[in-house]
């Protein structure tokens, strides 16, 4: 996918400007981490449009990243690994940790939110937000992205190809397959597994890594949920 990742993004997936004005909006402190960065679409943003000291970007997709490095060339506070969420390791602490679209999020439909993991496996899921909160500061925060519900559609992207995607329900949550086709022929498809907890138990679960959710002070869509790391 890493080859496409851009033209699907960047054909009305997301709005990056919008994404980086809320994280600056919301952020603590002027040390950022990004979990799934994939190609650096969201730290160029960042990085252009926000004074901050340090910014680093995750991923587990060499691919992606490889693209990512590219793209953020020259900027020196910029740093990328490759790794795995279940066994995070990182050199530093950070203020601020954020992810949209990458391995945890948020969706919501009629008004109530459910969590999205990338990590089919109930193990792996907390055994990440583990990892993840060891690299919060004390009194930091945690930013997870907020999306719509997931649906079957198809689009045209500015390539002139078409993206699809198709959503198959399971008893834990979803299997969601991908699609670009040029013409009739299927140039890329991908099939990713999610798990889908209910909002209350989402909470829970972060609690325990010393992760408290703060409720919105606002009615509009925030395109984010805020945690703080609880100071000790």
């Not at 699907?8 to 981490?33: F, P, Q, V, W």
Request: proline share 3%; with cysteine; glycine share 8%.
């Amino acid at each position: 996918m890493a080859e496409y990742y851009d033209i699907i993004m960047l054909s009305g997936y997301y709005s990056y400007e919008s994404i980086a004005r809320k994280i600056e909006y919301l952020r603590s402190g002027s040390s950022l981490l990004e979990i799934g960065c994939g190609t650096g679409l969201i730290l160029e943003r960042l990085v252009k449009q926000t004074q901050v000291h340090s910014l680093t970007g995750v991923d587990l997709t060499g691919a992606m990243l490889d693209i990512a490095k590219k793209r953020l060339n020259g900027y020196g506070k910029v740093q990328l690994f490759e790794q795995n969420v279940v066994t995070l390791q990182l050199p530093e602490l950070y203020e601020t940790a954020f992810s949209y679209g990458g391995p945890w999020y948020f969706s919501r439909k009629d008004d109530r939110l459910r969590f999205i993991s990338h990590l089919p496996e109930h193990d792996d899921n907390e055994r990440s937000f583990e990892k993840l909160s060891n690299h919060i500061r004390p009194g930091g925060s945690l930013l997870l992205g907020i999306q719509g519900p997931h649906y079957d559609y198809s689009k045209s992207i500015s390539n002139g190809m078409t993206y699809s995607q198709k959503i198959i329900p399971t008893d834990e949550g979803f299997i969601k397959d991908y699609y670009l086709l040029d013409g009739e022929e299927v140039v890329m498809h991908q099939t990713l597994h999610y798990r889908v907890y209910p909002f209350e138990e989402t909470v829970e679960m972060f609690s325990r890594y010393q992760l408290k959710y703060q409720p919105a002070k606002y009615t509009d869509d925030s395109l984010f949920t805020v945690f703080k790391k609880e100071k000790i």
